[in-house]
């Protein structure tokens, strides 16, 4: 497997921001909606793919842009890391406006797309290139593996798949292959009746 590597060495933390396949990743929060059972963090492990993406505080605006250097050397930048980027939104906006100004070809999230559900308003508008975890093809199996703090989770996951399919460019929705329960082809025929595309994930693999 490739092994990631922190983009800068004079980052102020190496679990900030790090690369991997051509793309850079960011870790922005901790912080999750979700308590997902196949989570690293719920499995005393805050390592993904060799990469500690254990946060000691959440890095500021300034510290994510000075870890990601030089945006215009990656083919993308992706909001990803062990927590929901979206519990940082206006940062994470502040943060993807700079990131185009210093000249980004694209800025990518990887969201549990519980946003409007948490910011009670639809958030879609403000975003753009979009992978929504929607990890189960119903809702008693999407509790069962990601333990949702707020109730309707799962509807409001795929609304807002739904509503940010007029707004954003490109709208993926995932699931992981392998868990318990888990119809990879149901999933993948929501996300066709949603009109949006959809990708198959593997279990501990970012992307
Ligand atoms: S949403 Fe991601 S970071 Fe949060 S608990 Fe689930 S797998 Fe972990």
């Keep these: 497997m490739e092994s990631p590597a922190p983009p800068d060495s004079n980052a102020p933390s190496p679990t900030i921001a790090y690369s991997l396949r051509g793309s850079c990743y960011l870790n922005v929060t901790s912080r999750c909606t979700l308590r997902c059972t196949f989570c690293p963090k719920f499995n005393h492990s805050w390592n993904v793919g060799g990469v500690d993406l254990h946060l000691r505080r959440e890095p500021t605006i300034a510290e994510v842009l000075a870890a990601v250097g030089d945006p215009r050397v990656y083919r993308e930048v992706v909001f990803c890391g ?14 993807a406006a700079e990131l185009h100004q210093r000249g980004a070809e694209r800025v990518r999230l990887n969201t549990d797309g519980l946003a409007n ?3 009670e308003r639809d958030v879609t508008p403000d975003l753009e290139g979009l992978s929504i975890s929607m990890n189960a093809q119903n809702e008693k ?5 990601c333990r949702p703090s707020l109730p309707r989770s799962y509807p409001a996951m795929l609304e807002f798949a739904e509503r940010a399919r007029d707004f954003v460019a490109d709208v993926t929705l995932t699931a992981i292959d392998g868990l318990a329960g888990v119809d990879i082809s149901a ?6 009746r949603l009109g949006v ?11």
């Design 197 to 207: 595309k959809f990708r198959r994930r593997i279990l501990d693999q970012v992307g």
């Design 117 to 119: 559900l948490v910011y």
């Design 82 to 95: 062990l927590g929901e980027p979206t519990l940082r939104l206006y940062d994470l906006l502040d943060i």
């Design 141 to 145: 199996i999407y509790n069962l593996h």
């Design 187 to 192: 999933c993948e025929r929501i996300a066709r």
